[in-house]
């Protein structure tokens, strides 16, 4: 099911849309000159707006845990990204180990797990899951599902190895250990010092990761693409700005807040002007670090943010793993026109190495065009987004729909390729 979007594209989307299509060829050689001095991210998923008159990022997760919401059609594809992959990174694996978030009793978790396990097994790896979670000491078997069944086993280290302990008494030593926890409660002991190659890096956690300086990095990556384009960046980019030293239970830093509010606001204002866009502003204010949709509140004017009442400060000052907030981003907001039986969508792709993989709409059907999508009550519509976006014959995009695919993936890979520049700072 394809969503329908409420109003044409804006004439300045419209054109940078129909020049990313007819000049396909150029774009996936921009892309080629870049990925050829740059180390791509094992994987990652991206989460687009579009709100007709500018279609951009609004975060990039290099932890991605929906495995389970793609299109079956993405298989084959995701099999061939996860060699190329495997083989940059770590060229010698065989064994691999997933270490999984904690709260492995969610269903739907389990099933990301499933899914990835299953791409990973017929990319010709032998894998396992082992966690470091201290309430599973001995092997722990999950059912969910059809009749499905996954088993997570204790980590063991052992002369700066990781291994497993298997029921028959034998060892299981990775050569490659693939992280799907994002380490926000920090990097266990048993993760440090280790001889084997931790995909992704320990620094793309969120303990040490910032969505500010990912998106300083994609400010860059935004400028140059658009430049080659001959666009404005902001058609392709969100006005952002973060702030250190937050407490919104002691109500510390609550003027700043209310100063970068405002002059966000104003940015956003003038490009409204310029476009004559009749949209009412607004910004997204979420924690600097973190994910699963925690810690995020949306302001229209300085007002929202002033003496904030006690439930939106407590929801605003811990998030995952209980983590204190003390720094946010400060980010535009961009309404999604998109629209699947009336419900609000938003596209998220998914990259494995340098190639688009898939990805999915995420609908909510409680929440408005200016809201956030990722909270409870959301469900999800797989999407094949590079797949269905070529004709296998002509290898350019085949209908409208098609294009819209085909845009989605540039711009997903426009912020895959600033995470990659920001985990080379990083490292």
């Given amino acids: 099911m394809i969503p329908k979007i409420n109003n044409q594209l804006s004439e300045e989307l419209f054109k940078l849309e129909n020049y990313i299509i007819n000049h396909s060829c150029d774009v996936e050689h921009w892309f080629r000159s870049q990925w050829s001095h740059q180390k791509v991210p094992f994987y990652s998923s991206v989460d687009l707006r579009n709100s007709g008159f500018k279609l951009a990022p609004v975060d990039t997760n290099l932890f991605p845990g929906g495995f389970n919401n793609l299109c079956e059609t993405f298989i084959p594809l995701s099999i061939q990204a996860t060699t190329v992959a495997i083989e940059k990174v770590c060229p010698e694996a065989r064994k691999l180990i997933i270490i999984p978030e904690n709260h492995t009793r969610n269903e739907y978790y389990l099933e990301n797990l499933y899914h990835l396990h299953n791409i990973l097994e017929r990319s010709g790896l032998n894998v396992c899951f082992g966690s ?224 688009v993989i898939g990805g999915f709409y995420r609908v909510h059907t409680n929440k408005k065009k200016d809201e956030n999508l990722n909270s409870p009550g959301m469900h999800f519509i797989p999407q094949p987004f590079e797949t269905s976006c070529l004709m296998p014959d002509q290898g350019r995009p085949c209908d409208d729909e098609a294009n819209r695919f085909y845009a989605y993936g540039v711009i997903a890979r426009l912020a895959l390729l600033a995470a990659s520049r920001e985990m080379r700072d990083e490292n």
């Fill in 132 to 355: 470091f979670n201290p309430e599973i000491n001995q092997p722990q078997q999950f059912s969910f599902g059809e009749k499905k069944l996954i088993k997570i086993y204790p980590l063991i280290k052992d002369d700066r190895f990781l291994k497993i302990k298997l029921e028959d008494g034998s060892i299981f030593r990775p050569c490659a250990v693939l992280l799907n926890n994002d380490l926000s409660a920090g990097v266990p002991e048993i993760l440090k010092d280790i001889e084997q190659t931790i995909i992704p890096s320990i620094n793309a956690s969120w303990k040490t990761r910032r969505k500010s300086s990912h998106f300083k990095f994609y400010d860059s990556v935004a400028e140059e693409f658009a430049e080659f384009v001959n666009c404005d960046p902001w058609l392709i980019n969100s006005y952002f700005t973060s702030q250190k030293e937050i407490n919104f239970h002691e109500r510390i830093g609550e003027e700043t807040l209310v100063t970068n509010v405002s002059n966000i606001l104003e940015k956003i204002k003038k490009k409204y002007l310029q476009y004559q866009i009749k949209h009412e502003p607004y910004v997204v204010i979420k924690a600097d670090a973190g994910t699963y949709g925690m810690g995020i509140m949306i302001a229209k004017n300085a007002d929202d943010v002033k003496n904030l009442n006690r439930k939106k400060r407590n929801k605003m000052s811990v998030i995952k793993d209980g983590n204190e907030v003390t720094e946010v981003i400060i980010q535009e907001g961009i309404h999604s026109e998109e629209t699947i039986n009336g419900a609000v969508t938003e596209p998220v792709v998914y990259t494995i190495d340098q190639f």
